[in-house]
């Protein structure tokens, strides 16, 4: 019996993996199936820190404009610790995860930093380079917006799922190469959404759930759940090619939408600003294999910097010149050459 034979409780499906856990996701996770690939579960004590003698990277985080003390990670052989100081611990190896909260105060927020910061490290700690993008489906080819500081990448992919898109991911896009193709891996059938967002797509916000109580962002559910439920939508849980990177900015000196190429020198250099763990990779000797990714997949699938004007009324036609876009790339023969 394997160690992924021995914990009971539900297989989900995230970022292209089967994780079983006996946690009871708050978050709207998709139904697993077959062998679990990886395992979560919480402990009630403290994580040793005996097989963890380096420490890799410390940094001050904040949460809600609010210092809330340090992230640090330390190495092991084979497996990391991510410290959430005073607040929340895991232990990442090749196939567990474990999980131990310091203080109940911040239990609320153990399942967000593993579905964000700890599944992105697992993810590229196995091979899997994490965007930080959310991506939508097109012609069975994956559209991927990536974050930039107030770029409304939500938002573009909330505008593609309104008008019948399916989503791919809100906020993690693991993508990998397989037979000469780079793939978007999918997310989970839940968005989140400001409560403006929530007032333009869904005509309010007051029955939809706080993504913790601390935040005005909301749950919002994607598709129908396992019992019927209708979310918002739908929710793509296949792989998908990608087919173009669209780099977003919402701008309020602008009258138009302006779409253009970034050259794949500049294209990589965005890719690995927005990422989740760059900084980390590099430290932990990952970046060399990673920069050799990125660069392909700089080189095979076209970048366009989006920019818009602010305000939710211009995403219909920011939608709408997407998809002009993509059509003229794939007459040009950049869409379906990604090799």
Same mark, same amino acid.
């Given at each position: 019996?394997?160690?992924?034979?021995?914990?009971?409780?539900?297989t989900?499906?995230?970022?292209?993996?089967?994780?079983?856990?006996?946690?009871?996701?708050?978050? *709207?996770?998709?139904?697993?199936?077959?062998?679990?690939?990886?395992?979560?579960?919480?402990?009630?004590?403290?994580?040793?820190?005996?097989?963890?003698?380096?420490?890799i990277?410390?940094?001050?985080?904040?949460?809600?404009?609010?210092? =809330?003390?340090?992230?640090?990670?330390?190495?092991?052989?084979?497996?990391?610790?991510?410290?959430?100081?005073?607040?929340?611990?895991?232990?990442?190896?090749?196939?567990?995860?474990?999980?131990?909260?310091?203080?109940?105060? /911040?239990? /609320?927020?153990?399942?967000?930093?593993?579905?964000?910061?700890?599944?992105?490290?697992?993810l590229?700690m !196995? &091979?899997?380079?994490?965007?930080?993008?959310?991506?939508?489906t097109?012609?069975?080819h994956a559209?991927a917006?990536?974050?930039?500081?107030?770029?409304? =990448?939500?938002?573009?992919?909330?505008?593609?799922?309104?008008?019948?898109? =399916?989503?791919?991911?809100?906020?993690?896009? $693991?993508?990998?190469?397989?037979?000469?193709?780079?793939?978007?891996?999918?997310?989970? $059938?839940?968005?989140?959404?400001?409560?403006?967002?929530?007032?333009?797509?869904?005509?309010?916000?007051?029955?939809?759930?706080?993504?913790?109580?601390?935040a005005?962002?909301? *749950?919002?559910?994607?598709g129908?759940?396992?019992?019927?439920?209708?979310g918002? &939508?739908?929710?793509?849980?296949?792989?998908?090619?990608?087919?173009?990177?669209?780099? $977003?900015?919402?701008?309020?000196?602008?009258?138009?939408i302006?779409?253009?190429a970034? $050259?794949?020198?500049?294209?990589?250099?965005?890719m690995? *600003? !927005?990422?989740?763990?760059? *900084?980390?990779?590099?430290?932990?000797?990952?970046?060399?294999?990673?920069?050799i990714?990125?660069?392909?997949?700089?080189?095979?699938?076209?970048?366009?910097?989006?920019?818009?004007?602010?305000? !939710?009324?211009?995403?219909?036609?920011?939608?709408?010149a997407?998809?002009?876009d993509?059509?003229?790339?794939a007459?040009?023969?950049?869409? &379906?050459? !990604?090799?």
């Open positions: 019996m394997s160690c992924l034979d021995t914990i009971e409780g539900t989900y499906r995230i970022y292209g993996i089967n994780l079983a856990s006996d946690h009871h996701f708050v978050n *709207r996770l998709g139904k697993g199936r077959g062998a679990p690939d990886l395992i979560f579960n919480f402990v009630e004590e403290p994580i040793s820190q005996a097989d963890y003698p380096k420490i990277f410390s940094s001050d985080s904040k949460m809600e404009g609010k210092q =809330k003390g340090l992230i640090a990670l330390f190495g092991g052989e084979g497996r990391l610790l991510v410290r959430f100081s005073g607040m929340m611990e895991y232990e990442i190896t090749p196939k567990r995860i474990t999980a131990h909260v310091f203080d109940p105060e /911040y239990q /609320y927020l153990a399942e967000l930093h593993l579905l964000s910061e700890v599944l992105s490290l697992w590229e !196995n &091979g899997i380079v994490a965007l930080h993008a959310s991506a939508v097109a012609k069975d559209v917006f990536l974050s930039s500081k107030k770029g409304g =990448k939500s938002s573009l992919a909330a505008q593609f799922v309104k008008s019948g898109h =399916k989503l791919l991911t809100d906020d993690i896009l $693991p993508v990998e190469k397989r037979d000469g193709l780079f793939i978007g891996r999918p997310g989970y $059938p839940q968005m989140r959404m400001w409560p403006d967002q929530a007032e333009h797509f869904l005509g309010g916000c007051q029955d939809l759930e706080l993504i913790h109580p601390h005005s962002k909301r *749950r919002i559910p994607i129908a759940d396992v019992a019927g439920s209708i918002f &939508g739908e929710f793509s849980s296949m792989d998908a090619p990608l087919s173009a990177i669209y780099l $977003p900015e919402r701008r309020d000196d602008i009258q138009s302006q779409i253009s970034v $050259p794949p020198s500049l294209a990589l250099i965005e690995i *600003r !927005n990422s989740f763990t760059a *900084r980390i990779a590099e430290l932990l000797g990952w970046s060399g294999k990673r920069m990714f990125l660069s392909g997949l700089a080189a095979s699938v076209p970048m366009r910097r989006l920019a818009f004007p602010n305000g !939710n009324d211009h995403l219909t036609s920011v939608r709408d997407i998809l002009s993509l059509e003229q790339l007459h040009e023969g950049e869409i &379906g050459n !990604n090799k």
